[in-house]
């Protein structure tokens, strides 16, 4: 895997941006009468730790045109140093195109976190590649990583489409591709043979390959291990024999990614993390962290570890990027963490908590 040496944009996504709903004071959504809101997206919460630390991203999105959330979308991209582009279609009416709605409970203490998907009409089904120019995206101007999740994949046939064209584009440009599968059941529910082909065209074209192992013995039909209900050790040696499928079956990937969490209650997980690089294997052994809210963890440790690829560090950095980061977005009652530079990042996976005055 090569990095192009130069090019506008450090890192790329395609995303489906919305808005996320929470109730305030971790109260349950069924009790709750005040909210806090946020723009997410899986995506952008990946680009927002390398845009935090002077790295160049843009979204490629779509947007609602006059609408209120639409702006406050842009706002926030614009406050968190994230560039993005993207057409404006009308509303369409009251019962025509909008942004997505995530209504999430937070979870506390053995009440789980449940995250409520509202996603109706949302304007991102319509996703195209001929909403871009990619001719000058990743000819002339230039992208080193294109990062992709299985959420904006799996939206509609549109979005799915979409995502492939871009990559089959960045791919013949040279710009290295990253693919975080994210399955979803509830997005996949009688659409396996819809999908599958799109994920797995999707798995051929990318460079690094992230996921657990239901990512992608669902996603991609790989056998592996029983999803959950292992210990540490056997999600491990599990992980890493299914990993040796997966570069028979897909071998233009050369990274290949997995946190491991286990969860004690909603305020306290084991973290870790497996990652094989440069024909080697990384481990982070779990080590507990204190969570104020899980959501958007995950994609803390992929822009992590592809921020600390941005950079030219060794695979060795890149898993604890990854963790640190990780870990850092479960103490935020963001989905996305904004580290102020890369001492944060070491401290944390230092386990340095002591004040800096």
Known sequence: MELKSNGKYDLVVVSSMGVRITPADRQPVSMSRLYEMQATSAESNVGNISASLGKRVKVLTKFVKDSAIAEFIKAELRRRNLEYEGLEIPQGGPFGC?????????????RRPVVQNDRAGEVACTLSAQDFDLERIFHEEGCRILHFSGLIASLSKESGRC????????KKYGTVISFD?????????G???????????????????IGNEEDFQLALGIQGPEAGGLDVSGKIDGFKEMIGRIRENYP??????TTLRTVIDANSHQWGAILYAKDQWFVEEQREIAVYDRIGGGDGFVGGMLYAILSGYPPAEWIRYGWACGALVATLATDYGQPVSEEEIRSIYEGNARVKR
């Not at 995502?163 to 960045?170: F, G, P, S």
């Not at 599968?181 to 529910?189: C, D, G, I």
């Open 181 to 189: 599968m994210n399955y979803r059941a509830s997005f996949w529910k």
């Open 163 to 170: 995502c492939l064209e871009i990559a089959r584009m960045a």
């Open 191 to 209: 659409r396996e043979e819809e999908l599958r082909p799109v994920f797995q065209e999707l798995a051929g074209l990318s460079d690094i390959l």
């Open 252 to 257: 233009g990937a050369s990274v290949f990614a």
């Open 98 to 110: 909008r942004h997505q709605f995530n209504i999430a409970d937070s979870g506390y203490g053995r």
